[in-house]
C-alpha cells in the first residue's frame, strides 16, 4: 500500500461534508493527512509522504545508489541527511518523527460521503470500509469471474441477462435438449448440433400436431353442445314468458275476482246488519208487549191470592167464559181448572179441581169435581182427621129467586170419614174424593145454570143451608 513513488496522493482525498482546516492537511499531498507524524520543527505530514520525501532527498544525495531498505534502516539512514521539506529544518534524529495520534483520531472523525455519486451515504471517515462493504451503488466484480465490474445492486441482473460466463439452457430446451451452456458458448453449441435440434424439433411438431387436432376435435363437440345448449335455453326462455304472461293474466283475475267478492261481501254484510237490527227491534217490540201481558197477568194472580187468602166458606168460585173451558177439556188440552179455600177464617185449607167435560168415567156427560185436603196455616190448631160434610151447589141464577132450581152434590165425611183426612204433611194429601156427577151436561145448558157463559160453582163446609143458596142474587156485579 505504501506507493511512495506514486503520483496518488497518501492522504485521504475524500469528499468531506465540510471544508477541513489546514492543520490537518498534508503539506506534501495537500489532501487530509493519513497517519499523521510531527516533525520537531511543528510540522504536520502523512506518515508515508514523508518517508517518500525523504527516501527522495537521500537518493539525490547518494548518486547512482539503489535503496533497497527496509523502514527501520532506512529512517536511521536519512537520520543523518533529511529535512523538513517545509522550513528544510534539519531533521537528523528519530526523536524529531513522531506518530501524531491526537490529530490521526480527530481526521478520521470528519465527515465524509460515499464516493459513489448515486449513494446518498454519508458518515465519519472511519467508517467508509465497513459502508463499502454494503453500498449498493459501489462497483464490484462479477462472482463469476467474467472481470466486469456492476453497481453491487445490478450484479444479479448481470448474472441473469449479461455474463457471458452464465451457465444457461440450451434455447431448444422447450423442444427437448436438455443442456445447460455458457451464455458465450451458445452460439458454437447451435451450430454444431443443428440435426439434434431439427429432429427434437420434428418430434415435437409431431406432438403439437397431433394435440392440436384432438383440440379441433374437442372444440367441434363443445360448438355442437353449446349449439343444443343454446336452443334449450332459446326454448325455456320462450316457455317463461308464456308461463308469466299466464301468472299475469291470473293475477288480474284474481284481482277481478276479488274486488267483485269485496263488494259482495259489503252487500250481504249491510242486507245482515239491517235484517238484524229490524229483527232486533221486532222482537224487542214482541217482548215488550209479552212482558207487559206477563206483568198483568202476575198483578191478576197477586190480586186473587189476596182474595182467596181472606176467602171462606162458603166458597163462590165463577168460571167465566165456560164453553172455552170445556172446549180446552174436551180436546185434552187443560182437562181440570183449579181453586183452593180456607173453610172458615182460620179453618181447613181445600183444593178444588173441576172437570168441565167429567172425569174418565163420565166423560163428554158430566161435570165433575173433586176436593183435596192442603197444608194449611191454622192446622195445628184444628181437629184431625177432617170430619166435615162438604156440599157442592151449581147456582141457577134465575133473576126470580123462587124459580131457581140449584144442581146439589153433598160429600158426607161425618160418618165416613175419608182415610185420606188425616193432617197432611206434605203440601197436600194425595188422594182426593168428590162429586163425578155434578151436572149433566144436557142439564147445564138448560135454564140459566150459564148466564153470561158463566158457571158459578158454592162450595159450603159443614151443614148445608139451602135457605142460603138463594141469597146470592147480585150477580151482575161479576160480570
Ligand atoms: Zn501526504
Ligand atoms: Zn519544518
Ligand atoms: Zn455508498
Ligand atoms: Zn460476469
Ligand atoms: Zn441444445
Known sequence: MAEGNSEIPCGY?????????????????????????????????????????????????????????????DFEFQRQACSCPIDREELVDRKDVFPDKATGRKILSLFIRCPSTACDWTGELREKKDHLVHC???????????????????????????????????????????????????????????????????STFKETTEKLDALQKQVEELKTSNYSLNAKIEAQKQEITTLSEKVDTQKREWTAANSSLDSKLDAQKRELSSSLNSVVVTHRREWAAAISELDSKVDFQAKEIRRLTNETSPFVWKITGFNEVLQLAREGIVPRIYNEFYTEKRGYKLSLRLYPDGDQTQRNRYVSVFVGIMKGQYDPILPWPFRQQVTFTVIDQQYDLSKRRNEVGILNTENTPWRFSGRPTSEENPDLDGIDRLISHKVLFTRRYLENDTLVLKVDVGPHDSQSDNSYSDYDDWY
Open 136 to 202: 449498493e451503488s459501489k462497483l464490484v466484480e462479477c462472482p463469476n469471474g467474467c472481470g466486469s465490474c456492476v453497481v453491487r445492486k445490478q450484479i444479479e441482473s448481470h448474472i441473469d441477462n449479461e455474463c457471458p460466463l452464465t451457465a444457461i439452457s440450451c434455447p431448444y430446451a422447450s423442444m427437448g435438449c436438455t443442456k445447460k451452456i455458457q451464455r458465450k458458448e451458445i452460439e458454437a453449441h447451435l451450430q454444431s448440433t443443428t440435426s439434434l435440434h431439427l429432429a427434437f424439433t420434428c
Open 13 to 73: 482525498d475524500e469528499d468531506f461534508v465540510n471544508p477541513i482546516d489546514e492543520d490537518l492537511q498534508c503539506s506534501i499531498c495537500y489532501v487530509a493527512i493519513r497517519e499523521p507524524v510531527l516533525t520537531r520543527c511543528g510540522h504536520r505530514f502523512c506518515k508515508e509522504c514523508l518517508e517518500g520525501h525523504m527516501s527522495r532527498y537521500s537518493y539525490m544525495l547518494e548518486l547512482g545508489f539503489e535503496f533497497e531498505l527496509d523502514f527501520e534502516l
